[in-house]
């Protein structure tokens, strides 16, 4: 599936850019992914790849980011 290990991929380069491991996250998407070197979140909704990255110092982790993915992936489902 090519959206699937275009993401993998994505993770995996900026894994060995921020020397980092990335996380899984659950419940998000078709696959979900948190990398907290650079507060970033990237998941997949069938054949689209979305990032989130809050600007705001006090958003920028887990949490807060899952919870906008959540909206986000339910707008795509529309």
Same mark, same amino acid.
């Given at each position: 599936y090519a959206v699937k290990d275009e993401l993998i991929q994505e993770v995996g380069n900026l894994e060995k850019i921020y020397k980092s491991r990335a996380k899984a996250v659950v419940g998000v998407g078709d696959g979900a992914f948190w990398l907290p070197a650079n507060h970033q979140l990237s998941f997949? $909704?069938? $054949?689209? #790849?979305?990032?989130?990255?809050? &600007?705001? &110092? $006090?958003?920028?982790?887990? #949490?807060?980011?899952?919870? #906008?993915?959540?909206v986000i992936e339910a707008r795509l489902g529309k």
């Open positions: 997949r $909704k069938a $054949k689209t #790849i979305v990032t989130l990255r809050f &600007a705001t &110092a $006090k958003n920028q982790n887990e #949490i807060d980011t899952a919870q #906008i993915a959540r």
